[in-house]
Each structure stands twice: as C-alpha cells, then as structure tokens.
C-alpha cells in the first residue's frame, strides 16, 4: 500500500477512528421501532450491514435502500441517511421529503444530523467514512469495538501475497457481511477498474462459481458454508478468509484495491469518470 496516496492514509487511521466513533455512539432508534437505512454506493452497502445487523439482534425491523429506490409509502418509525458528503442529490431529495437522522462528514449539513468530520477523506474513493459511520452504528447497537477495532491493525499489516495479481475476485458474505462483500467489489471496481462480484454466500454455488478458476480468488466474510472452501478450492481457484472481525477484514480488501490500483499504473484516489459526490443539479 502506498503511503502516498490519500486513499492509502485514510485506510490506516480506521482502528482509532472507529474507537473515537464508538465513543459517541447512541441509539439511532428505539428497540421495536421499524427503521429504513439509506445511501448511494459504499453508503448503502454500509446500510445493508447495520441494518442487518439491528434485525438480527432483535432491535425490530430494520431495512436498507439505495437513496433513489426508498419506498416513501411504506412508513418506517425512523430513516436513517448516511452521506460521506451531505450533497449528493438522491438523499438530500429524499431528506427533505422525509424526517431522517443524517450520518455525514459535513459540518454544513443542518437538521438531525450525527457529525463524524473527523473520519472525512480527500479521496474519491470512501474507506475510512464508510466503516467509522457503521462502527458508530454498530457501537449504538451496544457492540463493544475495541477487539473490531485491534483487529484492524493487524489487518493493516496482513501480507497480500499475490492477491493483487488476481484476473478476478468474487467477495461473499452471509447475513451483515453481505452488505461488506458489496463493499469490497466496489472498491476494487473504483480503485482498480477491476473485474470484482459479490454474492450471498449460500447463493455463490447457484452460478457465480463457474468463473472460479485458477489465477481467480473467492473471498469469504464471517464464516462460511459448510463445505465451500473445498468446492472452491477444487475449481483451483484461490480461497481467502479470515478470522479477523469482518470490517477490520474489509480493510484488508480495501488495502487489495490500493495495491491492485498501482499494479495496474492507475491513481487511486481518482478513479476514472468518478467525483467524490454525484450532484445532479
């Protein structure tokens, strides 16, 4: 990873960011409130992580939505927004058609909003916003961050090996690390205009494995299916996973875009025809 890259300081600052976050962490919604979590790109893939999350710890209804597809009929006790910018135009639309708590970077932002500044980046592409925003959502939830956290700065040294190399990566997940597989293809997708999936794990036997060939990886967050590491490995495919808590365990594959980005000769902190918001008017 290169030290020179905006993208490459901003990933190394994750453990204390997500400590510090954690630290101002409250409850987004009451215990049985029904919750929509929404955000374009990286931010709704943060979304499907909590909201997965909240479900399963038995918080209440919790779903996630791309900003441009909320379902504004339906009715939910609270909306949360999460935008690294507080300008993107899909969720300031819906925001000022619907109440909604805003996680952001931006100071300038008014109404309900929760303040994480310090996690901004100079980046096009979003590392350390997007997993501070939901290590405050997590800690919210009562999840104690501290062994995500150290977790993460292994994570920061962990050996690539030959990853950077791959033709292709397929990211998996189950439950809250689907939204986190998501994730992971994105930023190879922005950093290293590379050819990236992402699938629920259970579904990767459905289809996605018949491009797992040698010089091709499968990436597992949390813990797989039963049997899959072999069925993958029998298609001589590379398979990688960890015992690393799944965010931290996403910083290494955001660590992989970086060194996949400059394999390639590309700048990842400007990946083509990106800009850091999409403003639309």
């Known amino acids: 990873m290169s030290a020179g890259s905006h993208v490459s300081q901003e990933i190394a600052t994750q453990p204390d960011d997500w400590l510090r976050a954690a630290a101002l962490a409250r409850p987004v919604a009451e215990p049985g409130q029904s919750v929509a979590v929404v955000g374009c790109g990286t931010s709704w893939f943060m979304g499907m992580a909590f909201a997965a ?6 918080h209440g209804r919790t779903d996630a939505f791309a900003a441009s597809e909320f379902p504004a009929a339906r009715g939910y ?3 949360v927004a999460i935008t690294r910018s507080g300008t993107t135009t899909e969720v300031l639309d819906l925001v000022a058609a619907t109440p909604a708590l805003v996680v952001t970077a931006n100071p300038d932002l008014g109404g309900d909003t929760v303040l994480l500044d310090f996690a901004d980046e100079r980046s096009v ?4 916003f997007a997993t501070t925003a939901l290590a405050y959502l997590r800690a919210g939830l ?3 961050l501290t062994a995500a956290a150290a977790d993460a700065r292994v994570a920061l040294s962990a050996d690539l090996g030959e990853l950077p190399a791959a033709e292709q990566v397929s990211f998996l997940g189950r439950g809250w690390t689907v939204g986190l597989a998501h994730e992971a293809a994105l930023k190879l997708r922005e950093a290293a205009s590379a050819w990236t999936e992402a699938h629920p794990a259970m579904e990767y036997r459905h289809g996605p494995i018949s491009v797992a ?6 990436w597992m967050f949390g813990r797989a299916p039963d049997g899959l590491a072999a ?3 029998a298609t001589g495919a590379t398979w990688v996973d960890s015992d690393l808590d799944p965010m931290a365990h996403l910083v290494v594959a955001q660590r992989l875009a970086v060194a996949t980005a400059h394999r ?5 902190d400007r990946p083509r025809h990106l800009t850091r918001s999409i403003v639309l008017r």
């Open 53 to 58: 999350l909240r479900e399963a710890a038995g």
């Open 77 to 79: 006790d609270r909306v």
């Open 125 to 128: 592409v979003q590392t350390r």
């Open 142 to 144: 009562g999840e104690d």
């Open 213 to 218: 060939q040698p010089g091709r990886v499968t």
């Open 231 to 233: 069925e993958v490995g």
């Open 264 to 268: 390639r000769g590309l700048d990842p």
